[in-house]
């Protein structure tokens, strides 16, 4: 299927199959809005319509690191409680910038957002104790002061929803370096909480609507309902 304006497919292809939230924001952009995509690791992903989405800016940190990122990954699951805060403050600041960076298309889709690296990923490491009590108050701070004061709109959620055993599996096919310590305990606590923010409304507001696709089928079924909600992701009409 093709975009308004172009012959680009919704997902021209998927290197790797992870469940992941999209959300969406307006701007200043007439009608442009933000869809944001989440999910564990080891769900599908989407990649952007380069005919409608424009490309988020790169935060001068992303450069700076030059790969350091993942790294920064493989350290924080070796040892959580030292990497823990290190990782996630550098995810906030990416996140933050992928947030508030100019728009340049009617759409822009980003993989996770502020709201699932807060509500998801630094809850769980505080909550299974791998993080300390005094990290999570300052990265809470953090939060809740970006939040209040910098206007950060989200338009859509679309959860790619993906068991735990399945990103687990998926995991293992993909073979990244960084994940093979990633055991199913810890896919089964981020789905829980993802269940309960984006499924159950418990516990976390939600800053948009959810749109949910089921992720566990093999790709080309993916693909397919992708396809067959490229109007609500896209266009908007699910608002």
Not at 73 to 91: F, I, K, N, S
Not at 92 to 118: C, D, N, V, W, Y
Not at 168 to 180: D, F, N, T, Y
Not at 215 to 233: G, S, V
Request: charged share 20%; hydrophobic share 40%.
């Amino acid at each position: 299927m093709s975009v308004a304006g172009g012959s680009v497919p919704l997902m021209s292809r998927c290197v790797r199959l992870v469940s992941a939230q999209r959300a969406v924001t307006r701007s200043s952009y007439r009608g442009a809005g933000y869809r944001g995509i989440d999910s564990p690791a080891g769900s599908p992903r989407l990649t952007q319509s380069r005919a409608r989405s424009s490309p988020p800016h790169v935060p001068p940190g992303k450069l700076v690191w030059n790969g350091g990122d993942k790294k920064a990954v493989a350290l924080m699951y070796q040892d959580p409680e030292r990497w823990g805060l290190t990782l996630q403050t550098y995810v906030q600041l990416t996140m933050l910038g992928l947030h508030t960076s100019a728009m340049t298309a009617p759409i822009r889709m980003i993989e996770r957002s502020i709201f699932s690296a807060k509500y998801i990923f630094v809850e769980n490491l505080f909550r299974s104790g791998k993080m300390p009590e005094v990290d999570f108050a300052v990265l809470s701070e953090w939060f809740d002061w970006i939040t209040t004061n910098v206007s950060i709109p989200v338009d859509l959620i679309v959860y790619l929803q993906t068991s735990p055993q399945t990103c687990h599996e998926r995991l293992k096919k993909r073979g990244r370096e960084e994940e093979k310590v990633i055991p199913l305990e810890y896919l089964e606590s981020i789905h829980q909480l993802y269940e309960d923010w984006l499924i159950n409304s418990d516990g976390f507001p939600l800053p948009a609507p959810v749109l949910v696709i089921p992720a566990d089928h093999d790709l080309q079924k993916i693909l397919h309902q992708l396809e067959e909600n490229r109007d609500k992701i896209l266009a908007g009409s699910y608002l």
